[in-house]
């Protein structure tokens, strides 16, 4: 259906550079093509659409809710989670934490979360139906909805614009996540558990950086700053000492907690090729 769409609508140069098709929604720029116009073309080949809806006035878009706030457009969940499942076992809590992260791109601490329920849950079980029995798993479920239920993560900047992105890497014993941050605002985050057999903390940073690096490139950024979060260490190259300095002056902790530890700049070429080195490294000062 969204091919038969797509090419209904390059039909019109105009109406194909204005519109964004997905599955049921249209997604109209009005500064390209009016709206009554790309209806109008639609109708003109037999696919009929509902009147068209201002998204700024709050509306459904691709399942999220959709509104204008501050000259800006932002998202949220749209529908409610539902309780947590009286029963619990593996097949319920996959189904729940589905239905709390979902397609959202921004999910913040609850994508962690629910990751790691999900693994601690098939660690419980050896089937999809048996019950859960530990006492902390089962509270955990409950811990989590209590603390959506105050302040949900699900939430996030409508329309972005712009090449030049900020990127926020860490890695734990736990997990690695990145989130992406344009003009001020995270636009999309994702996390990763680490296996049980994972390497050493540095590798898991150097892997957050690679995601999070393929994270920007899908939004088709040209320039990336990163920041990596060291716990109130900062990257910085480390100073040559003589052999007689060992041991001698005070470990000096740099600041600031977070620090920017290099920079990337897209150089493809059409063939999707480097031109050159893909990163320009640059330490703080």
Not at 58 to 75: A, I, K, P
Not at 150 to 163: H, I, Q
Request: charged share 30%.
């Amino acid at each position: 259906m969204k091919g038969v769409l797509n090419c209904v609508l390059a039909r019109d140069e105009d109406i194909r550079r204005g519109t964004s098709a997905y599955l049921d929604d249209i997604l109209v720029n009005e500064d390209v093509v009016k709206a009554s116009r790309v209806e109008e073309h639609l109708a003109r080949y037999g696919l009929l659409c509902k009147p068209s809806e201002r998204v700024s006035d709050g509306t459904r878009v691709l399942g999220l809710r959709v509104w204008g706030e501050r000259d800006r457009l932002v998202w949220r969940r749209d529908t409610k989670v539902g309780d947590v499942p009286q029963r619990l076992s593996r097949r319920s809590v996959f189904s729940y934490c589905g239905r709390l992260t979902g397609h959202f791109p921004v999910c913040g601490w609850l994508r962690v979360a629910a990751a790691f329920l999900k693994r601690a849950v098939t660690a419980a079980t050896s089937s999809w139906d048996e019950a859960v029995e530990s006492s902390w798993l089962k509270t955990f479920p409950g811990e989590i909805a209590a603390r959506m239920s105050k302040e949900d993560p699900v939430r996030g900047t409508w329309n972005v614009s712009g090449e030049r992105a900020r990127l926020w890497v860490d890695a734990s014993a736990l997990a690695i996540g990145a989130a992406l941050e344009v003009d001020g605002s995270i636009v999309e985050d994702a996390a990763w558990l680490r296996p049980n057999d994972a390497c050493h903390i540095n590798m898991a940073e150097v892997d957050a950086a690679i995601k999070g690096l393929n994270l920007a490139l899908s939004w088709n950024m040209k320039t990336v700053e990163f920041w990596v979060h060291r716990g109130g260490r900062c990257l910085a190259a480390p100073r040559r000492r003589m052999p007689h300095q060992y041991g001698k002056g005070r470990r000096r902790h740099q600041k600031p907690e977070c620090c920017p530890v290099m920079e990337y700049e897209d150089r493809r070429t059409n063939d999707g090729f480097f031109d050159g080195l893909p990163m320009d490294i640059k330490w703080p000062l």
